[in-house]
């Protein structure tokens, strides 16, 4: 009758172009998504090896400028900027992505993680502002000692914005890797501010900034009068 025998006719359909296609899209996605998840994985190991080498070099380059009381070279200036650019884009990225995505309502996490970004960007903003300076911000002109504005009730106002920000956007995001990578920052700079740049600054400023420290919060305070340079 012309037809195929049952047998060879399901051997057809299965041979079919469009079976073959749709088995050979299947594979496709089936072998893709491995591959960007392990260049997603690459990723993170290469930004955060290299964060690891930057913190280093700046650390000791830091360590061996303030023990001399001079400003920050302008190699060290450039790599702790770079190392500040790659940690933000590690923040960044995990919160787009979710990495490690925490239990926690997305809409209430939007919320709450953009204004606490908010509000940490208009503090640093304030800081930086007081500066006026790009190189008196980037720790190469240490020439003024600055306690004008936001800088009554902080003494580290850029950093408390920049934290605050970062968490804002681990918030946002619900991404525990986020918060994570947040987290190393602020203990890397809390240990930064006590062990080094607290005691350059004494030695620099003298009398002038132990009296602005113990007047004067950290992070955040209120201060304990007002303080006004002797120089």
Known sequence: DGTAPKGRRQDLRLHHPKHDEGRKTALRSGQERPKVK??????????????????????????????????????????????????????????????????VSKMAAQIGGWVVFGAGVAIMSAGMIEFRSLRRMSGLDTSKFVTTGIYRWSRNPQYLGWFLALLGVSLAGRSGLAFLFSAALVVSIHLYTVRLEEPYLGRIFGEDYRLYKSRTARYVGIAKGDFLPSS
């Open 38 to 103: 392990d260049v997603e994985n690459s990723g993170y190991y290469i930004g955060s090896g290299a964060l690891a080498v930057l913190g280093i070099y700046c650390w000791v380059g830091m360590k061996k400028a303030y023990e001399k009381g001079e400003a920050l070279p302008l190699r060290v200036s450039v790599a702790i900027w770079a190392a500040d650019t790659v940690h933000a884009l590690l923040v960044a990225f995990s919160s787009a992505y979710g990495v490690w995505l925490l239990p």
